[in-house]
């Protein structure tokens, strides 16, 4: 892998998050949370929802009072196999966190787990609450709507989140198999990484309300809020290559993020109220723990999913291609090469780090690229 970003080191990255959330009013052990979420995504190599969203996404929102930096944890409902929770629009990573833990314990004494939240906030990287099942050798699937950006097909209106649906399955290989995408053809977070990186999005991943692909990421970002432009479900737009598909299947994200829960949904999730002003993005989520120990044992899952995920890598390559891979390897080789290096920051969120520092008088902190 080739990297010209400079690196800062993973521990300094999460001790100035850790203070810097800490000094805007986030609890010292949910301030641990938040920063262990968004490093995960760094190690994958998922930088749309790193340290790149440090800044805009959770301090900025802080800062306009539309995310509470205290997370109250409420529990709604529960039975021995299911919980509702509330999240009272606090830190998502908090409130996902503590959700698929509950998940998991449940699943340890019944087999099968299921929490279901509503009124929380932008949660992270959904494949952080999958390992967290993985890890314990269980079954992870986490999904969660988002603020309207998505076009359903034959649409051209932003209706449906990017709302990813996620699974995490464990192997006996060292990584686990681990889905993380979203229904969209690409997500917001991705858009706005092009943007600060002055590169164009691709051509056929946003559409706007004359039918036309966009490709000027600044542009597509302010179309996006403006509501003149929407991304495409995975296949694409129209039925020739399955948009249909993956419409359905933010739907499904949409629906189980909302209705088991009584919380909001599509249009309610615009972050706006009648009168133009910014308000918090009551988002929902939902997460599913199986224990693998409950059916044929742990260790055979582990082994046929690991075979099932060598024969796939190991069949015939198409002309010119040298690897087949499949889900998770390549965020399990990034880790690799970035592990005893850090985290590669560019310019922009560069220029964001040394704000936060100086806003908040972190003098303790000088930065590898100064």
């Not at 709604?76 to 409130?95: F, L, S």
């Not at 787990?113 to 699937?141: L, P």
């Not at 950006?149 to 399955?169: D, H, K, W």
């Amino acid at each position: 892998m080739r990297e010209t970003r400079p690196f800062v080191p993973w521990d300094m990255m999460r001790d100035f998050m850790v203070a810097v959330f800490c000094r805007e009013g986030v609890p010292q052990e949910d301030a641990k949370i938040c920063a262990e979420v968004l490093l995960e995504s760094d190690r994958r190599g998922i930088e749309s929802h790193g340290c790149n969203r440090f800044k805009p996404i959770y301090i900025d929102r802080i800062d306009a009072g539309i995310l509470n930096p205290r997370t109250e944890f409420e529990v709604v409902r529960e039975t021995p196999t299911t919980a509702v929770v509330d999240g009272h629009n606090g830190m998502g990573m908090v409130v996902g966190t503590k959700s698929m833990q509950m998940a998991i314990d449940k699943a340890k004494k019944y087999g099968m787990g299921m929490v279901a939240v509503r009124n929380s906030t932008h949660y992270g990287i959904a494949g952080y609450y999958a390992t967290m099942a993985t890890e314990q050798d269980m079954i992870g699937i986490t999904g969660t709507n988002a603020r309207p950006s998505t076009a359903p097909t034959f649409g051209v209106e932003n209706m449906l989140g990017t709302n990813p649906l996620t699974f995490g399955m464990p192997t006996d290989e060292p990584f686990p198999f681990l889905l993380d995408c979203a229904t969209s053809v690409t997500q917001r977070g991705k858009i706005e990484y092009y943007a600060r990186e002055g590169l164009p999005t691709p051509a056929g991943v946003v559409i706007g309300r004359d039918g036309q692909a966009m490709t000027d990421s600044e542009d597509i970002l302010k179309a996006l809020n403006e509501k003149r432009a929407a991304l495409a479900p995975v296949g694409g737009i129209g039925e020739e290559l399955g948009g249909y598909k993956g419409y359905g299947y933010a739907a499904v994200v949409e629906i189980l993020s909302a209705a088991l829960q009584a919380g909001s949904y599509m249009r309610m999730l615009s972050g706006f109220d009648a009168d133009g002003r910014k308000i918090p993005y009551p988002l929902g989520h939902f997460f599913i723990a199986i224990d693998t120990e409950a059916f044929m044992g742990a260790d055979s899952f582990k082994k046929t999913a690991g075979n099932i995920l060598r024969e796939l890598r190991a069949s015939e390559k198409a002309p010119g291609q040298e690897r087949i891979y499949t889900a998770g390897e390549k965020e399990y080789e990034v880790w690799q090469f970035r592990k005893d290096k850090g985290v590669p920051v560019g310019e922009a969120v560069q220029k964001e780090l040394t704000g936060l520092r100086d806003r908040f008088g972190l003098k303790e902190f000088r930065f590898p690229f100064e």
